[in-house]
């Protein structure tokens, strides 16, 4: 299975975890592709709402472009959502962190698994 | 091309003029393939949230799933937004109907060219 598949599979397990627990979450179409704000899941309970970039990676450490943080922060305003970055390492669960998490670099955010399982939360902490 | 990319393309045209008017607005993924409620287009401009189920045709009336009606109703429930349905006859513009608009059959709602020109609303009545 390609990266970019293996991808869409673990974002749509995500989405249906979020429905297995009584939230309801979607897929944004294109968030890649389009020029506008935009996050790839969207996910609330009625009380809170949930802006959320994906990324998965084989690695131990991910570099996120600065244009999709800034994207998922604009995205997250306009639809008062709380913005998060899920990311999955191999073979991990999903660790979901806030922008402030991350660490800034001249030209990008970066996240490594150590810091992720560090500061991170899993699914169950970011829905309760 | 298909109908149904002409169909995709039209509600990406319906992003891009939410978009141009200060909205925010984001096509959802495979809302016809997942087995939740969902919607094609949610928008928002901060104070208003819209959740629009994009039907386009060549011919002069529309039958609509009431599964798919159902379905827009509960996601708009859960994202406290109003739903619509936008409908795009050959050469014309989107209409904007509420679901008391559409006509409710034994199997379907249905909404003809006719009915739509009287009930539904243009974009710029739906965003003003």
Known sequence: MSSKSK???AERDLVHKFWSKGWAGVRIAGSGSMRYP??????????RKLAIECKTTK???????????????????MFNAEPYLAVKF????????????????DKNFMINTEKAE???????????
């Open 7 to 9: 991808g869409l599979n």
């Open 38 to 47: 935009s996050a790839d899941i969207l996910a609330t309970n009625k009380l």
């Open 59 to 77: 690695k131990v450490g991910k570099y996120i472009e600065k244009e999709d943080i800034q994207q998922l922060r604009e995205f997250a305003e």
């Open 90 to 105: 191999n073979r991990k669960e999903w660790l979901f962190l806030t922008i402030e998490d991350l660490e800034e670099t």
């Open 118 to 128: 560090i500061k991170g939360i899993l699914f169950e902490e970011l829905i309760k």
